[in-house]
């Protein structure tokens, strides 16, 4: 037996992993609704037509080469023109980086920033791979918890606890995955305060920032004056292109205090090559492009996020807050007394109500008893999902 590196074995992501049982129940022909993938292209959504076409132009023309690690000019001159447009920060082409989509780009930052024993705030819960690749650098994720009746908006004095002298970065999801909150503008500049005493950088997970429903996202690279903010952001959400894996992350350092940060940054760049180049051409057209699809699409995303809303909330033993932003809800699971855990909870509604979510506890710390399900699907489908969990719930709850 040749055995794996005990970094690598100690990975999970709960959200893949509930798909084994589920696959089981399907080789069954017992058939399964989906509400565990944040992926939107799995349902009624697609790239735009004009990057669609890009793409395919891209590859017809010979874009088939290796291109510049740090990705494509052109590009990098589009993301900048985007992100002055949408959050009015001051940065040129050298500050971006084009990257394998937020998920290398995250690998790039925790592997330029993390020594081992080092902390980073992350919020609880939070997106799985932030805590994972934390640890695969050997640095300690340390949950800030959201507070759930205020829409789970960050809880600043959990933060101001958690927070010491390791402490090596603030990382911010917003909108967020898994709770769908928005946080709003006073949040981020007392985020951006503490980590100011404590002169560490922001991380700003902003892949869902046009993906918002009454209110608009803020981006704290708008809001800084001397705090360094490296943000993420790619095709995956807002320009529905999740399977092309292209994204970008850039520095917003009014002091120029990430300069070794970017420097090895661009080493882990240089030693995987590049990012893929005609998806890059492709991202071009989406952001250099017309919008207008997105209004349609989140006029669908709305609908959806209200009839599940409303729903969840008229079934006994759950509770759910109104998701911001996102594509997310993460109902609390108020009996408590009829499972074990919350993982528990969601393989019983998986094997008798058909339904697949996610436990609460695959999201890290604060998302005990919970359960985290997408409303992608149209309502129909959402409307078949709810009945099931409702006439389950009911029995459950005699
Ligand atoms: N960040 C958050 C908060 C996400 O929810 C996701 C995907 O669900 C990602 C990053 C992954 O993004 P990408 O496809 O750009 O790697």
Redesign the pocket.
């Known amino acids: 037996m040749i055995h794996a590196s005990k970094r690598a074995m100690g990975i999970e992501y709960a959200i893949r992993d509930v798909v084994l049982p589920a696959r089981e129940l399907e080789k069954q022909g017992i058939k399964i609704i989906k509400l565990n993938i ?1 992926d939107p292209v799995k349902f009624d959504f697609q790239p735009p037509q004009h990057m669609k076409e890009a793409y395919c132009r891209a590859i017809m023309e010979g874009h088939n080469y290796y291109g510049e690690s740090e990705g494509d000019i052109e590009l990098r001159k589009a993301i900048v023109e985007r992100e002055k447009k949408k959050n009015g920060v001051d940065i040129t082409v050298d500050d971006v980086m084009v990257t394998a ?4 780009a ?1 690998q790039f930052i925790f592997g330029a920033i993390v020594e081992p024993g080092d902390e980073v705030l992350i919020p609880g819960p939070s ?1 799985p ?1 932030y805590v994972a690749l934390v640890k695969f650098y050997d640095g300690v994720p340390k949950a800030y918890l959201g507070i759930e009746e205020e829409g789970w908006q960050p809880d600043i004095d959990d933060m101001r606890k958690k927070i010491s002298e390791k402490t090596k970065a603030i990382a911010v ?1 917003n909108p967020n ?1 898994p709770t769908g909150a928005l946080y709003d503008k006073k949040t981020l500049k007392e985020i951006l305060d503490l980590a100011g005493e404590y002169d560490i950088p922001v991380i700003s ?1 902003e ?2 920032d046009l993906m918002t429903y009454e209110g608009k996202h803020v981006s704290p690279g708008s809001l800084t004056k001397d705090v360094p903010v490296i943000v993420m952001n ?4 807002v320009y529905f292109a ?1 399977g092309w ?1 292209l ?1 970008y992350m850039y520095f917003v350092d009014p002091e120029n205090k990430l300069a070794e940060v970017k420097e090895a940054i661009g080493k882990l760049a240089r030693i995987r090559l590049c990012p893929n180049t005609p998806a890059q051409k492709a991202a071009i057209a989406g952001l250099t492009g017309p919008m207008d699809y997105l209004d349609e699409y989140m006029k669908k995303l709305k609908e959806r996020r209200d009839y599940i809303y409303k729903r969840l909330n008229e079934i006994p033993g759950l509770s759910a807050q109104k998701p911001e932003g ?1 594509f997310y809800i993460f109902p609390r699971i108020e009996e408590k007394s009829k499972w074990k855990s919350d993982k528990e909870f969601v393989l019983d509604v998986l094997r008798n109500a058909h339904i697949l979510v996610v436990h609460g506890s695959g999201f890290g710390e604060g998302g005990e008893w919970h359960f985290r399900a997408v409303f992608l699907p149209p309502v129909e489908i959402l409307e078949q999902a709810m009945d099931n969990l409702e006439k389950f719930m009911r029995e459950r709850l005699g």
Do not use: M, Q
Not at 101 to 104: I, L, P
């Open positions: 944040g989509a937020v998920t290398e995250l997106y791979p999801i995955n997970d892949i869902y790619g095709l995956s959400k999740t894996r994204g996102a």
